[in-house]
């Protein structure tokens, strides 16, 4: 979990790039673990990061099929497994970037496989409605991700007993941040999704690259983007304490 808490704050750093005025560093998973291969021991952290994202996947495997038995009702557990076998997915496929980069193996971005993808959905019958129906449910996972943070259920994960009470604040607060800019983050590409499904146009469609690079272009989209990158911010320290505190 510290691997993937790792990961948001990179991405939080390279979001600040963008409200700094500075695009030319891609702004998604996969640019922030490229972030890791330029430094002096790139290739070595590239490893211990994916290492510990493959494992941090294994975990949230296991959750997905046995985990969360402290939620009630039932629909709340189902709901809790079915998004750590999100977080899963997500881990092993930053775990595999990061392989990539510390073997010199070249990487697309999360923006130009999100426009392939979606080429190929347009091409289908009824493609404009498939992409839209995609969009949509983005965009409500944006909401329900957004929604944990407003009501703090994250807290009903975590075992805050041995947290001394000052550092169970910063977790809260953290925790809140976090959840809610991860949510907008999810929303944006919904609608960008969206975008490309109106349009019938796969350009218009990208990952968290392109949003967040399309946020910035808009007035006021400055001032998001750093919402969103204290967002990360705040998700990638609340990770850092929940590996301490999660429940297991």
Known sequence: MVCYGLVHVLLAVLTAQVVLGDSGERTDQKGAVATLAQTGFGPVLLWIVAVGLFAFAV???TMAISGYNWVSPRRKRIVRRLG???RAVTAIAIGVAAVGYATGSAQSSSTEQSQTWTARVLALPFGQVLVGAVAVFVIGLGI???RKGF???FEDDLDMSDLPSATRVWVERLGRIGWIGKGV???LIG???GFAAVSADPKESGGLDKALHTLAAQPYGIFLLAVIALGFLGFGGYCFAA???HKV
């Open 144 to 146: 329900a991700v957004a």
């Open 151 to 153: 009501k703090r259920s």
């Open 191 to 193: 609608i960008l999704v």
């Open 185 to 187: 983050s999810y929303a």
């Open 59 to 61: 975990w949230q495997v």
């Open 243 to 245: 590996a301490r505190a």
């Open 84 to 86: 750590s076998a999100g």
